[in-house]
């Protein structure tokens, strides 16, 4: 499902231009435009879900596809085996800008704690 | 399947105690020992999948189970429609201590960006 707004999904359908790493039947992955990292990519299901807050029972498989899918960018981008951190913003206090659920793949430096 | 020197896979297994705010047959939530927010749990699978590195094919719906429990345990504990963040550590780049996977869902206050 696409939403006509919604700003990742017209990355999706190709008519607004992202740097794409990675695209498959499920997945679509891009650099952030605002990269914190030296690794910043943005794993996102071509499938319309607004966040984690809406998730549903028959979602579990295209997130769970999702996650796995930044796992490999990152052996792909030589990140491991020292690893990298996956962040997902849900609502305003977290800072989530697009509601098009979308995992945050960072690596290529060392990372505090907290997160944020 | 459970590995007798991980940490999380003992608490699964109820021989090392632990706060727990919820436990399904797949997926158990206890919070963290030492937080840093308000809530700070830890979501995990019952089965024992070390970290983002390792995951399969086949374990696409057990890490989806993860993500929609910690979305489910942040509404039960009123943090929307503020927000949350959620967080998976690979590896000591990240500062991930227990290779036995966990989502961090971390909430009731606002969270920086860069996340750590």
């Given at each position: 499902m696409s939403y006509p707004t919604c700003l990742f999904c017209k990355i999706?359908?190709?008519?607004?231009?992202?740097?794409?790493?990675?695209?498959?039947d499920h997945v679509i992955a891009f650099e952030d435009i605002n990269p914190q990292a030296p690794t910043h990519?943005?794993?996102?299901?071509?499938?319309?879900?607004?966040?984690?807050?809406?998730?549903?029972?028959?979602?579990?498989?295209?997130?769970?596809?999702?996650?796995?899918?930044?796992?490999e960018i990152a052996r792909s981008r030589g990140l491991m085996p020292d690893g990298y951190r996956?962040?997902?913003?849900?609502?305003?206090?977290?800072?989530?800008?697009?509601?098009?659920?979308?995992?945050?793949?960072?690596?290529g430096r060392g990372f505090g704690w907290p997160p944020g």
């Open positions: 999706v359908g190709g008519t607004i231009p992202a740097t794409i790493v990675h695209q498959d990519v943005l794993v996102i299901p071509r499938t319309h879900i607004a966040s984690l807050d809406t998730l549903g029972d028959g979602d579990h498989e295209t997130v769970g596809r999702v996650l796995h899918r930044a796992a996956v962040v997902l913003n849900c609502g305003p206090a977290a800072g989530q800008t697009v509601y098009h659920i979308h995992a945050h793949l960072l690596g």
